[in-house]
């Protein structure tokens, strides 16, 4: 079955430290995989996703299918990157999108 | 892009009563799709909701339960039926638009609370 794991429910760090939000993945095919956000009073909307390879707001997010794996980096934390983070899955040339149970990222001045 | 609004933001229901969700997308979008958030959980899909046919429902969600209408391709509502505090969630509708399909935009959310 198909399923996303986030371990961590709270991540804190301080401003300027590096940060990795984990993200497992269980899928026997290609998955799709992304990274959405929500900051606080807004709606969700997408991060980025893997194929793009490219790297929003300094976060970059590396597919490992051997570990099964897509974390989300930053070298340096900003106090405006607090927000819930939710890592995705859709699998390849479907519709549907399953959602881990996110972690909540709280950057300290 | 799309940008989706619902309707209403909140409201607070009693037990054994309905309400309706509306959800409006200000483009034409391939796919529509009702999430529920409870509090402090993740999204859970609900439903696809299909233009013109019945909506695709996942494991443990219902048609007499959770109705889903999609009249055309860019409006969609969703009714919870015979509410129980225990349907005391925020839903969200989501859309994938026909220019970047792989992307999902969501609406605001409906915080429902059911007393």
């Known amino acids: 079955a198909q399923r996303v794991t986030q371990p961590e429910k709270l991540l804190s760090v301080f401003k300027g430290a590096p940060v990795e939000l984990k993200c497992n993945y269980s899928y026997s095919g290609s998955p799709e995989l992304f990274w959405y956000v929500q900051y606080s009073r807004q709606r969700l909307q997408l991060l980025l996703r893997h194929i793009s390879r490219e790297s929003i707001k300094g976060f970059t997010a590396d597919l490992n299918k051997g570990e099964t794996s897509f974390h989300l980096k930053k070298p340096f934390a900003q106090e405006e990157d607090s927000a819930m983070y939710y890592c995705?899955?859709?699998?390849?040339?479907?519709?549907?999108?399953?959602f881990g149970a996110g972690t909540r990222l709280f950057v300290k001045a | 892009s799309a940008v989706i609004s619902q309707k209403p933001s909140r409201d607070i229901c009693q037990r054994g009563t309905s309400l309706t969700i509306q959800c409006q997308v200000d483009s034409q979008v391939t796919m529509m799709f009702w999430y529920r958030q409870q509090p402090g959980q993740s999204l859970t899909l609900i439903a696809t909701a299909n233009q013109g046919s019945e909506a695709t429902y996942e494991s443990g969600f219902v048609i007499d339960k959770f109705p889903i209408s999609r009249p055309n391709l860019t409006f969609s509502t969703l009714t919870v039926s015979n509410m129980s505090p225990e349907d005391s969630s925020i839903y969200l509708c989501?859309?994938?638009?026909?220019?970047?399909?792989?992307?999902?935009?969501f609406g605001p959310g409906t915080r429902l609370t059911v007393t």
């Open positions: 989501s859309a994938r638009g026909v220019d970047n399909s792989y992307e999902q935009y």
């Open positions: 995705a899955l859709r699998h390849g040339g479907g519709f549907k999108t399953i």
